[in-house]
C-alpha cells in the first residue's frame, strides 16, 4: 500500500513545499471531498476482500474498488451513487461483482469529510504519471460531532508509469522515516466508530455445549433469531433490497421450527401464545415477500417467451411493482403496529427470564444434546418413510408435505451444528439441501401457476391485461407446466442419492441412540 500517515510533528505546508522543490510537481487548488465506505449489509464485499470506496466533490462519483490483496485498484466515474450492480454501467464491473453482490443494496458504511490537497507529477513532456494526495479526514460520530483522523500521504501511480511514484515513496521514506501504513483508512475510520465489520450473518452456529439444559440452550438460540429479526426491520420497512426481508422471514420460520419441533420443553400456554403471534408475522410479511419473489423471476418469466412475444408481459412487471408497493405498505404498518412491538417485548421478556431449577416438563432438563440426537433422528426418520412412499401416481400435495418435512429437519441440523463433526454434519446439510432445492423448485412453479392465474383476473379487473399478455401469461403458465414434470422426475434421482446407504449410515452413526425403535 502507497500510502504513509503524516504525524503532526510534520507540517503540511513545509511538506509540500519540499515535495515541490524535489520534484516536477505541480499543485492543483484544494478541495473537499465525500468519501463513502460502501458494502451489502452483510458486508460481501469486504468478505470477498474488497473495499468499494466512492469519492464525490458533488459534481460526480469516483468508484475505486480496492483489493485488499494487492491487486490492482478499478477506477471509473459516474455522476450518481450506484446502489445496485444493474446501476454500474461497466460490463467489466458488472462481470467481477455480479456473483458477489447478487440483488443486495450497496449501503454507506461509513462516511467521511475530506480536505484534499493534491500535487500532480508531470515529466518533460506534460503529461502527468503520478499524484501525490495529502489528505486530512475528519469522521461524523453519533452525537453529531466530528472526529479528526490521522492525515495520511497517498500516492497514486498513473498506469504503465511506476517510477514516479517510486521516486515519491522513497523521498518520504528517506527524508521524513515515514513507514507505509498498513491499516487502510476504512479499518482505522471503523475502529474510531466501533463498527463491528463483518458481523452479520443468518446462518445459525451457536456454541451449545453438550451438557447444556435443553430449556436453556433452546432460549439461546431462539434469542439469537430474534436478535436477527430486529436488525433486519429498518432494511426491510425501507425497502432497501428485498434479502433484509428474506432474512427475517426466516429467522420467523426458524423460530417457529423450533417451537413446534421440540416439544415439553416449555409451559402449554406459553408455547401457543407465542407461535399464534409468529403464525401472524408470516402471514403479513408473506404477500410483500410474493412480490418480490415474481419481480426477481421476472427476467427469466421472459427469457422462457419467444422474443417477440416477451414485451407482452411488461403490463405484468407494472401490476407486480404497483402491487409490491401496496403490500409493502400493510407490511409497514403491521411492523411499526402495537401489536408487533407489544408481541417483540414479551417474548424477549420470556427468552431472558431464567429457567426454573425443578420442572414437570420432562425434556426441559435434559442435556441438548440428548433432544438434538432424538429429534434429528425422528425428523430424518420421518422424511425417509414419507419420501419412499412418493410414488409417479402421487398427487402434487405429498410433494409439497414431504417438502415441509425436509425443511423442518434442514432446520435442526443447522440449530445443533455445533454438537456434532463440522465436517460431517456440514456434507448431511449440503446433501439434504440438494434434495431441498427440487422439492423447493417443484413447490414454486406450482405456486407461480396459480399466481398467475390470480394475477390475471386481477389484472382483468383493474383493465391492465391486454390480448397479446393474457396470451404471454397462457404460455408462461404451459411452460412452467412442463418444468414440474422435470422436477419431479428429477426428485426421484435425489431422493435416491439421500437416501442411499452410506447416507443411511451417517446419520445412524451420529444421531440414533438406544432406545430410539424407529427403524430404516
Not at 511514484?165 to 518520504?172: A, G, N
Not at 465436517?423 to 446439510?429: E, F, G, Q
Not at 396459480?450 to 397462457?474: P, V
Amino acid at each position: 500500500m502507497n500510502e504513509f500517515l503524516l504525524p503532526k510533528s510534520i507540517p503540511k505546508i513545509a511538506l509540500k513545499e519540499n515535495l515541490v522543490a524535489t520534484f516536477p510537481l505541480e499543485e492543483d487548488s484544494p478541495r473537499t471531498i465525500h468519501r463513502y465506505y460502501r458494502d451489502t449489509f452483510d458486508w460481501r464485499l469486504y468478505k470477498k476482500g474488497y473495499l468499494f470506496q466512492v469519492d464525490s466533490d458533488n459534481t460526480s462519483y469516483e468508484l475505486n474498488l480496492i483489493s485488499l490483496e494487492g491487486e490492482e485498484p478499478r477506477v471509473l466515474t459516474m455522476q450518481s451513487q450506484p446502489r445496485y450492480i444493474e446501476d454500474i454501467p461497466s460490463k467489466i464491473w458488472q462481470q467481477k461483482l455480479h456473483g458477489t453482490l447478487n440483488i443486495r443494496a450497496l449501503m454507506n458504511h461509513i462516511t467521511l469529510s475530506l480536505r484534499q490537497h493534491t500535487l500532480r507529477y508531470v515529466d518533460k513532456d506534460g503529461k502527468t504519471v503520478a499524484r501525490l494526495y495529502i489528505e486530512e479526514a475528519r469522521l461524523p460520530q453519533a452525537n453529531g460531532r466530528m472526529k479528526t483522523l490521522e492525515t495520511r500521504v497517498r500516492i497514486v501511480p498513473v498506469k504503465g508509469y511506476g517510477k514516479a511514484s517510486t521516486e515519491l515513496s522513497k523521498f518520504l521514506k528517506k527524508e521524513y522515516k515515514l513507514k507505509p501504513v498498513k491499516q487502510p483508512q476504512f479499518a482505522s475510520a471503523a475502529q474510531a466508530i466501533d463498527l463491528s465489520i463483518n458481523s452479520y450473518s443468518n446462518q445459525l452456529a451457536h456454541p451449545f455445549s453438550d451438557q447444556d439444559r435443553t430449556d436453556q440452550a433452546l432460549k439461546a438460540l431462539l434469542l439469537t433469531l430474534l436478535g436477527t429479526i430486529e436488525v433486519n426491520e429498518t432494511g426491510t420497512v425501507e425497502d432497501i433490497d428485498s434479502e433484509f426481508l428474506h432474512d427475517l422471514r426466516v429467522s420467523v420460520r426458524r423460530t417457529r421450527s423450533a417451537l413446534s419441533q421440540v416439544k415439553h420443553i416449555f409451559p402449554q400456554r406459553s408455547l401457543q401464545r407465542f407461535e399464534s403471534a409468529f403464525s401472524w408475522i408470516g402471514q403479513f410479511t408473506g404477500p410483500t415477500r410474493d412480490m418480490h419473489v415474481y419481480l426477481l423471476n421476472f427476467d427469466g418469466y421472459q427469457a422462457a417467451l419467444p422474443k417477440k412475444m416477451q414485451a407482452h408481459l411488461f403490463p405484468l412487471k407494472d401490476f407486480l411493482i404497483r402491487h409490491q408497493k401496496l403490500e409493502h405498505e400493510k407490511l409497514v404498518a403491521a411492523i411499526k403496529s402495537h401489536r408487533y412491538q407489544a408481541l417483540k417485548q414479551s417474548w424477549r421478556i420470556f427468552l431472558t427470564s431464567p429457567c426454573p431449577e425443578k420442572t414437570s416438563l420432562e425434556n426441559a432438563t435434559k442435556p441438548i444434546k440428548e433432544t438434538a440426537d432424538i429429534h434429528i433422528w425422528q425428523a430424518y426418520a420421518k422424511l425417509m418413510k414419507r419420501g419412499r412412499a412418493i410414488t409417479e401416481a402421487c398427487p402434487d400435495e405429498k410433494l409439497h408435505k414431504l417438502r415441509i418435512v425436509a425443511k423442518k429437519l434442514r432446520y435442526l441440523l443447522e440449530f445443533f451444528q455445533n454438537l456434532y463433526p463440522q465436517k460431517r454434519i456440514k456434507a448431511l446439510i449440503s446433501e439434504l439441501k440438494k434434495l431441498q432445492d427440487v422439492l423447493g423448485d417443484f413447490q414454486d412453479l406450482s405456486v407461480q401457476i396459480n399466481a398467475l392465474r390470480d394475477f390475471e383476473i386481477q389484472m382483468k379487473e383493474e383493465g391492465a391485461l391486454n390480448a397479446d399478455t393474457e396470451a404471454a401469461m397462457e404460455l408462461l403458465v404451459h411452460q412452467l407446466r412442463g418444468r414440474i414434470k422435470a422436477q419431479r422426475k428429477l426428485f426421484e434421482s435425489r431422493f435416491s442419492d439421500f437416501s442411499d446407504a452410506s447416507m443411511r449410515t451417517e446419520f445412524k452413526m451420529l444421531f440414533k441412540k438406544v432406545g430410539l425403535n424407529r427403524t430404516l
